[in-house]
């Protein structure tokens, strides 16, 4: 039954996915018409490190609720209203399951039913209902009928016809309006809206449950609506919240990470945690074009081509040691027995490391019984021990000098893309005034804005690759990654220092052309790294040199 | 009228009213949403004979927001903070449901001070006595109920504690021998008793820890 209904999501997915790239195509279009015609012929062909994914609006979030909605109401043969609730609480595929197995269980814990035992006593209506639990599944075909009339019930507040009521919460007798849920706790209609606006504003909660004491029945939909009559504030609040609660729950559906950004994107294509090592899920909010995030981690933006877990991985490293990393180079040297990190803060040079008591020399890092009574002066550097000792600690420094090489370059990746972007800024105010004072038009001198924009979203690439080479393996796999890299490094810095390069009215044509002709070399090249890294996890070529989540299996099995 | 001050005025004069279950509530500062609740310790508790107050403040959005609540008396207990009175009860935060009144709510207090909740504690230390060793803690309790809220005390407790001193050894819930053991050593008192009470130096945990580690807290 659920993967019938999973199978038909799939294929909606899939007719807006196509929609939504001709529109991205045709949009890209009108940007790049300067450009050679070459430059567009990869449209409507779907790279392999894109990612299939459709951004959504607020309303079409709410559209994709209802219609959710719809579609369980229809399998279970129950009232629209009576699944809001239900669709919020459980993962649709499993809701359905357990549904088909203990309706009752499902709807007690949806806040929809009450619990057996309340039931006899308060609902006179599911008189038929309060057989032992077993029973309950034979009957199936009676529920949706009670489902429909109990909710007919909810949003129909009880008129009290006899005696004075006194509401248990104000103590109001002058109170005629009272509403009650399935469970006959009757309040006023006063206290209702106060206790579901409180709710709302101040806790910011969409599970409302019914005033009394452990009482678990929810309010559904239409019952606070009734309750809040004309506060559409706070109805829209509700149902902002229902919408954040429906993405959540959904593994499908992201909000944008992006501040006070409402959109939300739909990836099925990364909707479970194992194909993140194949694919890289950067997806666009479709609000800006710098809203792109990626939908399998909380990384808040663009770190293609390399997977998660290793971008994660780094990033973590990254934090650990960078800043630490150079103070320890520069301050402290590794006890030549036990590889401790030792300090020196003072002193004569015979070091005893504290861990294994291992006594050596601090200027040459040979061991101190060689040293006879040469105290605090040390002769002895050409010595084998000593030698030994320095190759030993030059090879723990060296994993530290890998690591540094590539986080330096990660780094001044990240550095130089601010800057250039910092540069354009002058760059775009040079060209707005010569496009006043010179007959140049609009449209020739937006190619630098075109070649800073590739620039840095190749250095973001570049910047990424450096993570990556960093736990690859060595071998071919690797020289080839890195080789794709070079180039595109090369071109990079070709073309950023193009774009640096001063500019006067009569030149600007040659630069113009160089310019352009460079960006879409410098696309061209990334594209390339891009697939081929793309590509290459979705082959499981890449090998790493640490054990990455996920891979671990994989790993093992093929060494 | 302001259906909040409504409410409350309501629950005030029924709290008044009803004699039976000896629970008051009284005014602070003449504002009827700052209020000072007292009940008496449960019987067949260490709180027996004690008499316990309880700060109540109203919020804005009450009843449907629930009263902040804490003791005014000092109470040892592993749900409630020895240092500060705040107490650890679902129905003050999430379980809290506008038809409990502050009766109710009192009267649930008064419950929570016999079914100690140690595996959610908001005092670690006190549900760590609780845990260790039943017996000690219900000591220690009485003999907070004894200087805090006026209880009667267990005849032949300690001898001093009677003529108004605080016997401070009996307040952390150790053994006078202990203390004295370690104060030998050439440590000040107060600090030995911070120690041992902070690593839980009670009953069968008394074997576990050895006089190494004492001294090793102690000169930290």
């Known amino acids: ?559 | 009228m302001d259906a909040r001050l409504r409410r409350v005025n309501k629950e005030i004069l029924d709290c008044k009213n009803d004699r039976a279950s000896n629970i008051q509530v009284d005014l602070i500062d003449n504002s009827p949403f700052h209020l000072k609740g007292s009940f008496n310790g449960p019987e067949g508790t260490p709180y027996e004979g004690g008499h316990f107050e309880v700060d109540i403040v109203i919020p804005d959005s009450y009843p449907f927001q629930p009263v902040k609540m804490k003791f005014i008396t000092k109470v040892y207990h592993p749900n409630i903070s020895s240092a500060s009175g705040a107490i650890c009860l679902d129905i003050l935060k999430d379980a809290w449901s506008p038809v409990l009144t502050l009766k109710s709510t009192l009267i649930s207090l008064q419950s929570l001070l016999c079914s100690p909740e140690p595996n959610d504690p908001q005092d670690a230390e006190v549900a760590k006595h609780y845990m260790t060793s039943r017996s000690s803690f219900e000591e220690t309790a009485r003999y907070w109920t004894m200087i805090y809220a006026g209880g009667p005390g267990k005849e032949g407790l300690k001898s001093g504690a009677k003529s108004g001193s605080k016997d401070e050894v009996a307040m952390a819930g150790l053994e006078k021998a202990h203390v004295d053991q370690f104060e030998a050593l050439g440590f000040d008192r107060s600090k030995v008793i911070d120690v041992l009470r902070r690593m839980n130096y009670r009953g069968a945990n008394v074997a576990k820890i050895n006089d190494d580690r004492v001294v090793e807290e102690l000169l930290k």
């Not at chain 1, 969409?206 to 309010?219: F, K, P």
């Not at chain 1, 070091?351 to 009574?373: I, N, Q």
Request: aromatic share 10%.
């Open chain 1, 1 to 559: 039954m659920s993967s019938d209904y999973e199978y038909s999501d799939q294929e909606y997915y899939d007719e807006d996915d196509e929609q939504m790239f001709d529109e991205d195509g045709s949009a890209s279009d009108m940007e790049i018409d300067a450009f050679p015609e070459d430059f567009k012929s990869k449209k409507g062909k779907q790279k392999s490190y894109e990612v299939p994914h459709e951004p959504l609006t607020q309303a079409q979030i709410e559209q994709f609720m209802a219609q959710d909605v719809e579609n369980i109401s229809g399998i279970f043969g129950v009232d629209v209203s009576i699944v809001d609730p239900l669709i919020l609480i459980l993962a649709k595929d499993r809701l359905i399951e357990k549904y088909m197995d203990n309706p009752t269980a499902v709807l007690v814990k949806a806040g929809l039913e009450l619990p057996e035992k309340q039931t006899e006593s308060s609902s006179r209506s599911r008189a038929s209902q309060t057989g032992p639990r077993r029973s309950t599944r034979r009957q199936n075909s009676d529920q949706p009928r009670s489902g429909v009339s109990k909710i007919i019930e909810r949003i129909t507040p009880p008129v009290e016809d006899y005696g004075p009521f006194v509401c248990p919460i104000c103590f109001d007798d002058t109170q005629t309006e009272t509403m009650a849920l399935a469970c006959n706790h009757k309040f006023c209609s006063a206290c209702w809206n106060a206790y579901i606006t409180s709710k709302i504003r101040t806790e910011g909660e969409h599970w409302i449950t019914c005033m009394a004491e452990d009482c678990s029945l929810v309010t559904p939909d239409k019952f606070i609506h009734f309750a809040l009559k004309d506060d559409k504030a706070t109805w829209e609040r509700f149902q902002e919240l229902l919408v954040r609660h429906f993405v959540s729950c959904n593994p499908n559906l992201k909000f944008c990470p992006y501040p006070s950004c409402t959109n939300a994107v739909s990836c099925p294509a990364a909707s479970s945690k194992s194909v993140l090592t194949t694919i890289v899920p950067i997806v666009c909010c479709g609000a800006s074009d710098s809203h792109k995030f990626c939908f399998g981690c909380t990384i808040d933006a663009d770190h293609r081509p390399v997977i998660c877990a290793v971008a994660k991985m780094w990033l973590q490293k990254c934090q650990d040691d960078s800043e630490t990393a150079n103070w320890i180079k520069s301050n402290t040297k590794e006890c030549s027995k036990c590889q401790s990190t030792i300090e020196k803060n003072g002193g004569c040079n015979h070091m005893t490391c504290k861990k294994c008591k291992y006594e050596f020399c601090w200027v040459c890092m040979g061991p101190w019984s060689e040293h006879g009574t040469a105290w605090y002066s040390c002769n002895r550097y050409d010595d084998k021990s000593s030698i030994d000792a320095r190759d030993a600690q030059s090879k723990s420094r060296a994993s530290l000098e890998r690591y540094l090489h590539y986080y330096n370059r990660w780094a001044n990746h990240e550095q130089s893309a601010k800057l250039s972007v910092e540069l354009y800024a002058k760059t775009e105010k040079k060209m707005e005034e010569m496009q006043i004072t010179s007959e140049l038009t609009w449209i020739e001198v937006q190619f630098m804005k075109k070649a800073v924009d590739e620039v840095f979203k190749c250095r973001m690439t570049l910047k990424w690759t450096y993570a990556m080479a960093y736990y690859l393996e060595k071998g071919n796999q690797k020289a080839l990654f890195e080789d794709n890299q070079r180039y595109l490094e090369n071109a990079v810095e070709e073309l950023s220092e193009l774009i640096e390069s001063p500019f006067e009215p009569e030149t600007i044509a040659t630069l113009r052309q160089k310019v352009t002709d460079k960006t879409v070399y410098v696309q061209n090249r990334n594209e390339i790294m891009l697939e081929d890294t793309a590509r290459g996890f979705q082959e499981g070529r890449w090998k790493w040199n640490v054990t990455v989540n996920g891979f671990d299996q994989a790993e093992e099995g093929e060494e």
